[in-house]
């Protein structure tokens, strides 16, 4: 048989168990803006009943304990996928940089038109007489500015790119550092919640926080996760733990001088505090893996196209002004390019040049004080036996006299090659099939190996007269100039593809072409992300008016609890105080 006081408990369990439905009730309404925030429910379940006989009778409602409404699968794919979605962005990012750069300048200003102007200067040169008339001089000096502009614009395209890539080195160490606050913050939560579920309570603010952080390490670089027993996570970054329970690991940025000091990606103890092992290859996802890429494979590919661009107008241009003439004939003339050590032969690391030197003949033409060529000089090379002491050896005996007579080449300072003939004679080069002179720069029209360093070379730059507009000097001749203006025909790179002329179109077009095909990935991604944290938040959301119905049902459960403990406390009253009074 049930009794009164057990009934009476009865009703204060409802009154506590509808109490807190409404202090929960009441925090997911509070928090209903909160960001990361997992909606809370009060689980509820019958107390132990009253087991007699006959029975059992039921003891009321207990709190079995206060829940977070989660969906830890599809949170870990959003995880994931919106990591992807933040590589993609930041690498749309950069790539739009380069977009816009070279863009604005494609109309008028930019580099396409001033590679136009350059091969128009010569093309124009090659149409006036090669003499000293005040028409060709104009032409000679607009040929230098175009010249200077083209460069100019080489320079600032390459310095761009750069900017581009050192702004990527900046972001990588900050992004480095957020990682590492966030792994410190992870592990004090970690340790928080082991401490508060350790006693059976459920730490859901503490997870909700702890799961926000989580998400934005995700944005900056790829992670995984798993739990212990004991409720702490452990997390990490490619394989390499980053967070170990209540202690936090660390990130650094190293300077990799294989990579023109661009920062690699090092992990380290917490114990020990110091870079101990790279994983710049172990990043593969996150803003973090935007920037590694970028800088390295996209920028520095375009980086590369240019330098093989510039290196192949130095090459190409200066292989046909070497076997030119100016107003002027040379008295001697040193290279613009130099070798190691001259001892060592050019296939040798050591008396390597810029540009590959082939077994071929290179041919010197001297003149007289008249202008007659006097005698023509043949020197065979080969790369595999000479070196840059064999050829000075080789020009200095070809005229039959090592010690003087016509010609004579030094080792020039800086092991540059020089060579000289004697007082009253002139000479040039008229034939090369060994690229020995392009390959020394010797008389080049420009001097440098790539976009960073092309300039134009001193011989010209200094006076004008030495612009090899002629193959032979004689009145009329201009073919030199005229072979330099075709070379916009000529294909830039050996595999194929874009000639000179066109160049500029073809890169910009390529640039274009990374940046829509990025677009793509970056509008299917936010659509695919966008649906799963909809799903994810029809599961954690707060919904007003589902807490607006359970505030109500609470509320009159509440209001019921009451009336039954106020009809039991008048049962109480009248057993206690209404019996025992016969007779009164």
């Not at 408990?9 to 807190?20: D, E, I, N």
């Not at 401490?195 to 998400?215: P, S, V, W, Y």
Request: glycine share 8%; no cysteine.
């Amino acid at each position: 048989m049930s009794n009164i006081f057990g009934i009476f408990q009865t009703g204060v369990s409802g009154l506590m168990v509808s109490q807190a439905g409404i202090d929960v009730t009441g925090h997911n309404i509070a928090n209903v803006n909160t960001e990361g925030y997992s909606r809370q429910r009060v689980s509820i379940e019958t107390e132990i009943p009253l087991l007699i006989h006959p029975g059992p009778f039921g003891r009321g409602a207990r709190i079995a304990g206060v829940e977070r409404t989660y969906d830890e699968v599809l949170a870990k794919n959003i995880r994931n996928s919106n990591s992807t979605l933040k590589y993609y962005e930041s690498l749309e990012q950069s790539l739009q940089s380069v977009e816009i750069y070279f863009n604005e300048l494609e109309a008028g200003s930019g580099l396409g038109d001033a590679l136009k102007d350059y091969f128009n200067a010569w093309a124009d040169l090659a149409n006036t007489a090669p003499d000293a008339s005040d028409e060709a001089t104009v032409k000679r000096i607009t040929l230098i500015e175009k010249t200077d502009t083209l460069i100019q614009k080489i320079h600032e395209g390459y310095g761009v790119i750069e900017n581009i890539r050192s702004q990527s080195d900046k972001n990588i160490e900050e992004y480095v550092k957020e990682i590492n606050d966030l792994a410190e913050n992870i592990a004090y939560l970690n340790y928080q919640i082991a401490k508060t579920e350790a006693t059976g309570d459920h730490a859901n603010d503490l997870r909700d926080k702890r799961e926000l952080l989580l998400d934005k390490m995700a944005e900056l670089t790829n992670i995984n996760t798993f739990e212990r027993s004991d409720g702490q996570l452990n997390v990490f970054v490619g394989g390499i733990s980053i967070v170990d329970g209540a202690t936090a690991n660390k990130l650094y940025t190293v300077e990799n001088k294989n990579n023109n000091s661009h920062y690699d990606i090092y992990w380290g103890a917490k114990l020990v505090d110091k870079p101990q092992v790279n994983i710049s290859d172990k990043i593969t996802s996150g803003r973090l893996y935007a920037e590694l890429r970028s800088r390295d494979d996209l920028l520095k590919g375009y980086l590369d196209t240019l330098d093989e661009f510039a290196g192949n107008l130095i090459l190409k241009t200066n292989q046909v002004h070497a076997l030119g003439q100016g107003l002027e004939r040379l008295t001697q003339i040193t290279s613009t390019y130099n070798v190691e050590n001259p001892a060592y032969k050019f296939n040798e690391e050591p008396g390597k040049l810029p540009f590959d030197v082939n077994k071929g003949t290179f041919r010197i033409s001297v003149y007289n004080d008249k202008g007659l060529k006097v005698a023509d000089y043949d020197i065979d090379v080969d790369p595999t036996v000479d070196s840059l002491n064999s050829v000075i050896q080789k020009i200095s005996q070809v005229d039959g006299n090592p010690s003087g007579g016509l010609i004579q080449a030094y080792l020039a300072e800086g092991n540059k090659l020089k060579i000289q003939v004697a007082d009253g004679y002139t000479f040039s080069f008229s034939e090369d099939n060994s690229n020995m002179l392009a390959a020394f720069g010797m008389y080049g029209y420009f001097k440098g190996t790539d976009a960073k360093t092309i300039e134009l070379n001193d011989i010209v730059k200094n006076d004008n007269r030495f612009i090899a507009t002629s193959k032979t000097g004689k009145p009329g001749d201009n073919r030199n100039a005229l072979e330099i203006a075709n070379l916009k025909y000529e294909q830039v790179f050996e595999n194929g593809g874009a000639r000179f002329d066109d160049f500029y179109s073809v890169f910009v077009a390529q640039i274009a072409s990374d940046k829509r095909q990025v677009d793509v990935f970056v509008d299917a991604k936010t659509e695919a992300v966008n649906q799963m944290q909809l799903k994810l938040e029809q599961v954690k959301g707060v919904s007003l008016d589902e807490e607006f119905t359970n505030l109500i049902k609470f509320q009159k459960a509440y209001e019921a609890n009451a009336r039954f403990i106020t009809a039991v406390d008048q049962m109480i009253d009248r057993l206690i105080n209404g019996t025992g009074t016969v007779g009164r």
